[in-house]
Nanobody, 125 residues
Framework: QVQLVESGGGLVQAGGSLRLSCAASGRTFSDINMGWFRQAPGKEREFVAAISRAGTNTYTADSVKGRFTISRDNAKNTVYLQMNSLKPEDTAVYYC??????????????????WGQGTQVTVSS
């Protein structure tokens, strides 16, 4: 099993930046695929970014390409989401997700086995 704890959310003005962190425990971190998803009120959970176990493959949603970057530090058992040029439409609860299995489904929420409790990001205009 894997336990995930997100941090780094908060209030920011449009155009600003935040860095989210997700700390993992319970399993060798380098064996775990990691993803970030977000959900705004009244909307479905949306894929944001993902990174493979080896860290060599990354995936980013079209809505955040050029602004958000996912990375991981296996020595610290942590995955990051650097968010730049934030827009009001980025406002949502951001969730970290994990899955130790190999597969091509890193963009699909239902594929992940483990989830954090989320961290709120609010972007004002």
């Amino acid at each position: 099993q894997v336990q995930l704890v997100e941090s780094g959310g908060g209030l920011v003005q449009a155009g600003g930046s935040l860095r989210l962190s997700c700390a993992a425990s319970g399993r060798t971190f380098s064996d775990i695929n990691m993803g970030w998803f977000r959900q705004a009120p009244g909307k479905e959970r949306e894929f944001v970014a993902a990174i493979s176990r080896a860290g060599t493959n990354t995936y980013t949603a079209d809505s955040v390409k050029g602004r958000f970057t996912i990375s991981r530090d296996n020595a610290k058992n942590t995955v990051y989401l650097q968010m730049n040029s934030l827009k009001p439409e980025d406002t949502a609860v951001y969730y970290c997700a994990a899955n130790p299995r190999d597969g091509p489904f890193l963009r699909i929420a239902s594929w992940y086995d483990y989830w954090g409790q989320g961290t709120q990001v609010t972007v004002s205009s």
